[in-house]
């Protein structure tokens, strides 16, 4: 009854895994998805002895991220070991960074639920490594640990609890994904655990401290993120009003349920005991090499949302869809260079494939053909060889088997009746069959001549050529 009053605070925890080729202390693969434990060594793998050597990329992705995000690039930085034990953890250490992490005190512009520019301010971006996973095995009911992601290099990236809805956190998360994604570092792969967040939500009266919070740990999925966000933020308002007090707590999120449930009282700094890790040297950074990175940044977004309005002159609208993502705006480019109809190729991005990875849950970088075949799709409709409503059907398909329209045409015998002998026979046959119509017509009912068209084209399976269908029909009603 009361919701109004209280003001919902979110801070976010995002971790994403660098898409360095090795890992960060050792040099095994980071590869995902192959046989368990075939990428490790003794250093990944904690043996008696091991030691740590940071892998330089890390640093220089790490300081991408930093640079991308507004941050200020710690030039004095270190490793420190965060101790807690967990059968994924072989080292029961994770090698992190405490006190001096590379990157302080940036911000990532996103649109508040008014649609107006608001900043979320960044506290800190530090590197550590991720830890192993564990297979729970329905049937046996073991669990058998898989090292190859221990050692996989992350950065963690920590906002400020800036943020003051579900949208406004949907918003920061894909905005974040976006940036890094554009610069290279991370394939921000949600469903492989590429790009995850720990989210951090309280309620308070605007003119009162903030409230106590609940941490919901490892989210990657943006419509769970959502939901959580919008459970959390009522089942705290109620408590609060029958008087049960929030405390601090780690939460993990049910989807199927649709709740909360409570895993353990939250820790803190103290319980990991963080102490400088002693087997690596400081970080130290010089300026030539922070601006050699700096002059190195791939085109941002906003640069090239500029170019599509300004050389391509697509609308602002159409832009800002286009750079959304990085995989949209790759495609974009790649196909428009290729057939050169770049608007085409937009409004098949901005609304039919939109809307299919809509329906089917998918991310653009989910997109399973490539810039070639839509491409392809373009010139296949500007040289008339289907209709663009047959295209449609060819995008269904190349989502479902990708492979070259081309080909998918002929298998299927979609090409467009351009044949003016065959498609007279049809409108022959659809005049002979629908008299009334044709009576119609004749006493300056117009819309009969849509209905014929219709009729000729569902005979055809839609691959009448429309333009010579109207011509021809109009030919022939004027006879
Ligand atoms: P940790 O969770 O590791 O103990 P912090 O204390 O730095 O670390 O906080 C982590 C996150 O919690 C940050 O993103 C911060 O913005 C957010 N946060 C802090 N206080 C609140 C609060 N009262 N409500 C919601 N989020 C908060
Ligand atoms: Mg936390
Ligand atoms: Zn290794």
């Known amino acids: 009854m009361s919701n109004e009053i209280y003001e919902t605070v979110i801070g976010l925890e995002v971790h994403a895994e660098l898409s360095t080729k090795t890992k960060i202390f050792c040099s095994c693969k980071t590869e995902f998805g192959a046989e368990p434990n075939t990428h490790i060594c003794p250093i990944c793998t904690a043996l008696p002895g091991a030691l740590p050597k940071l892998n330089e990329k890390v640093v220089e992705y790490a300081v991408k991220a930093g640079l991308a995000t507004n941050c200020s690039i710690e030039q004095n930085s270190k490793n420190d070991r965060k101790n807690y034990f967990y059968p994924d953890l072989p080292k029961s250490y994770q090698i992190s960074q405490y006190d001096k992490p590379l990157c302080n005190n940036g911000y990532i512009e996103i649109e508040d639920d008014n649609g ?79 790009f995850r967040a720990d989210v951090n939500i309280s309620v308070h009266k605007p003119d009162e401290p903030f409230g106590e919070r609940h941490e919901l740990k490892n989210m990657n999925s943006f419509k769970s993120i959502q939901r959580a966000i919008d459970y959390e933020k009522d089942i705290q308002i109620s408590d609060i009003e029958n008087g049960v007090e929030v405390v ?172 003016k002998d065959e498609i007279a026979e049809v409108v022959l046959k659809v005049l002979k069959e629908n008299e009334q119509s044709v009576a119609d017509y004749k006493a300056g009912k117009d819309r009969a001549l849509g209905f014929l068209v219709g009729q000729a084209m569902k005979v055809t399976k839609g691959k009448a050529n429309p333009k010579m269908l109207n011509e021809l029909f109009i030919e022939e009603l004027k006879k």
């Open 116 to 194: 107006n520019p608001k900043k979320i301010r960044i506290l800190r971006i530090h590197i550590e490594e991720d830890a192993g996973k564990l297979n729970h095995s329905d049937f046996s009911g073991e669990s058998l640990v898989d090292l190859n992601r221990a050692g996989v290099p992350l950065i963690e990236i920590v906002s400020e609890p800036d943020i003051r809805s579900s949208g406004e956190a949907d918003r920061y998360l894909k905005k974040l994904k976006s940036i890094l994604q554009y610069i290279e570092v991370s394939d921000c792969k949600m469903e492989e655990g590429s």
């Open 248 to 419: 601090q707590e780690t939460m993990r999120w049910d989807d199927v349920e649709g709740r909360t449930f409570s895993m353990r009282e939250k820790e803190n700094a103290q319980d990991y005991r963080y102490f400088p890790e002693p087997d690596l040297i400081a970080i130290k950074l010089s300026d030539e090499y922070i601006e050699n990175i700096k002059k190195n940044l791939p085109e941002m977004p906003e640069s090239r949302k500029k170019r599509y309005m300004s050389d391509l002159a697509l609308s602002e609208k159409d832009a800002n869809a286009l750079i959304s993502s990085k995989a949209y705006s790759d495609i974009f480019e790649e196909a428009g260079s290729i057939c050169k109809n770049y608007k085409a190729v937009c409004n098949w991005l901005t609304s039919d494939i939109a809307r299919i990875l809509n329906e089917r849950e998918l991310e653009p970088e989910n997109i399973p053909f490539t810039a070639k075949d839509l491409a392809e799709l373009v010139e296949l409709i500007d040289n008339d060889t289907i209709s663009s409503t047959i295209g449609k059907d060819v995008l269904e398909e190349l989502f479902d088997n990708p492979r070259s329209p081309k080909k998918i045409i002929d298998e299927k015998s979609l090409a467009q009746i351009s044949n």
